[in-house]
């Protein structure tokens, strides 16, 4: 299967050159040319495995570069069970008649971007091999939270790579941050970026563009390459997670087969949603796909007015993972409702980069209202919607979930759709205890540390020992540096001049 840049739709690498590469040379992004299919038949068969299986299914059909037995290798280590402990280790949760949770972050950093990240360093490191690359691999990442310590994670100390992660000074919650600043290994490096998420990300976006940049580190033995969602490599791996979540129905009993689903995602990237989307092209049975945001809204605002303007204030919210607006997947979405036209979507985004914002065409707005709904919701409204559902269910939310919960119940309630939902849950309560505990009628009183056993004792549950074990390491990288200035910090660390 060759994969194309929303760019250039006639540059065609292989699969394992996707993964390899992170960011076409265009500025563009990689997806496959064609998409896979799954029958009904396929998708039953899937309900009989665990999610190993399942994964490996679902991955084989989209790397074709690589054997179906090495990609069950590869995620047999990457969701072994001291590093996913539950069985399922995607599983599904029934919240009301209609709703279900899929709780997407029992990983070693408490997010759903383990899936991808914990699977990310053994795809990597085959493809440059598959590809005759000796170089050292760098891995550059902006983070709005939870991408950076699980791609740290995931990459610490694997050979032939070296990893560096930026994240928003004070964009972060606490936890965020010193899961990131304490992180042991010998490759990695972490700094704090002035200003936003979206400043970092597009810093990042000009180093991968700066050719001369480029040629210094290839002088040097260096390869680019990148973790963030703009990496195909990154993206694949979560599509697998809505086929297990509608086997896990199957299995519930909660649907029969062919029955349709909706997929409800809290999202500022747009990645996370945009592989829900692809399962649905593949043959998965989805009626609607809800995109939640929170005050944060480009998203809501783009999906119901087809104009796409990131010129608007910036908020930092209860939910920092979603406090973004420039939401990079979008552009693969474009593309493939666009019908590949690559000359329309460089209009698109140079458009964005001119002048900070975009409209589409009305056809082409009207095929992104037939496959997506959306809301957005405040931080009040993500307050309120934890403590009521703890009230009425018992489930425990953290903020970017409440924001999804509160997102489809609203529009369940303006549309009458009864339809069978997951709304996926991507991330650990603990890691916003702050924010939690309010919206439980608690007073957070104390450290960050204070506020998780606060939490636990209120809740009666026990805090994740990943989390609670940071309080006793010491933080390495403390270093914060302009967005223009990015680059120089890069190529100190380096040694690259």
């Given amino acids: 299967m060759d994969y194309i840049s929303t760019r250039d739709k006639n540059l065609k690498i292989s699969s394992s050159q996707a993964i390899v590469a992170g960011l076409s040379k265009d500025g563009g992004l990689f997806l496959p040319e064609t998409i896979p299919s799954f029958s009904l038949a396929e998708i039953q068969a899937m309900a009989k495995m665990d999610y190993i299986g399942r994964a490996a299914q679902v991955l084989s059909a989209f ?41 997407l972050f029992h990983g070693p950093t408490c997010a759903f971007k383990d899936f991808a990240l914990q699977l990310l360093p053994y795809l990597l490191t085959a493809s440059l091999k598959k590809n005759g690359v000796n170089k050292t691999v760098v891995i550059l990442v ?30 972060t919650s606490n936890i965020q941050r010193l899961q990131m600043t304490t992180q042991t290994g010998e490759n990695v490096m972490v700094f704090a970026a002035k200003g936003n998420f979206d400043d970092a990300q ?13 040629k210094a580190l290839d002088e040097k033995g260096f390869l680019l390459s ?53 399962a649905k092209r593949c043959g998965l049975p ?51 409702l666009s019908g590949q036209e690559d000359e329309k979507i460089r209009e698109l985004m140079n458009q964005l980069v001119s002048c900070g914002r975009y409209t589409v065409d009305d056809l082409l707005r009207e095929k992104i209202k037939a496959e997506f709904a959306c809301g957005c919701a405040d931080d009040g409204k993500t307050f309120e919607t934890i403590g009521e559902v703890y009230k009425k269910t018992g489930y425990l939310c953290d903020t970017h979930t409440a924001v999804a919960v509160r997102v489809y119940e609203e529009y ?17 309560p603990f890691k916003f205890a702050g924010s939690v505990l309010p919206a439980l009628g608690e007073k957070p009183q104390g450290d960050d540390f204070d506020l998780l056993w606060a939490l636990a004792e209120k809740t009666q549950r026990t805090p994740p020992p990943a989390l609670t074990e940071l309080k006793n390491k010491q933080e390495r990288f403390t270093a914060v540096v302009e967005p223009k200035k990015m680059k120089d910090a890069v190529a100190g660390w380096l040694d690259v001049k």
Avoid: H
Wanted: hydrophobic share 40%; proline share 4%; aromatic share 10%.
């Fill in 202 to 214: 597009n810093g990042v976006k000009r180093i991968f563009t700066d050719k001369e940049f480029a």
């Fill in 412 to 428: 369940r309630a303006a549309t009458g759709d009864k339809t069978p939902t997951v709304i996926a849950s991507t991330a650990s």
């Fill in 63 to 103: 790397l074709t570069d690589f054997t179906k037995e090495e990609l069950t290798e590869y995620i047999s280590q990457a969701y072994r069970r001291e590093k996913f402990p539950p069985k399922e280790v995607a599983p599904v949760i029934s919240l009301d008649a209609q709703a279900n949770i899929l709780e």
């Fill in 226 to 278: 990148s973790a963030n969602s703009i990496n195909w490599g990154r993206l694949a791996p979560q599509i697998a997670y809505y086929f297990s979540a509608y086997c896990e129905m199957l299995l519930a009993g909660r649907i029969a087969l062919g029955d349709k689903i909706n997929i409800v995602v809290p999202t500022g990237n747009f990645g996370n949603i945009l592989a829900a989307y692809f």
């Fill in 286 to 336: 989805v009626n609607m796909l809800v995109c939640a945001s929170n005050r944060n809204n480009v998203l809501t605002d783009f999906i119901t007015t087809g104009t796409y303007d990131k010129n608007r204030d910036f908020y930092l919210t209860s939910s920092p993972s979603m406090d973004i607006l420039i939401s990079s997947n979008l552009e693969r979405l474009l593309f493939m």
């Fill in 142 to 171: 902006a983070t709005s939270g939870d991408t950076g310590k699980a791609a740290l994670e995931g990459f610490a100390d694997v050979p032939g790579t070296k990893i560096c992660v930026f994240y928003p000074e004070g964009g």
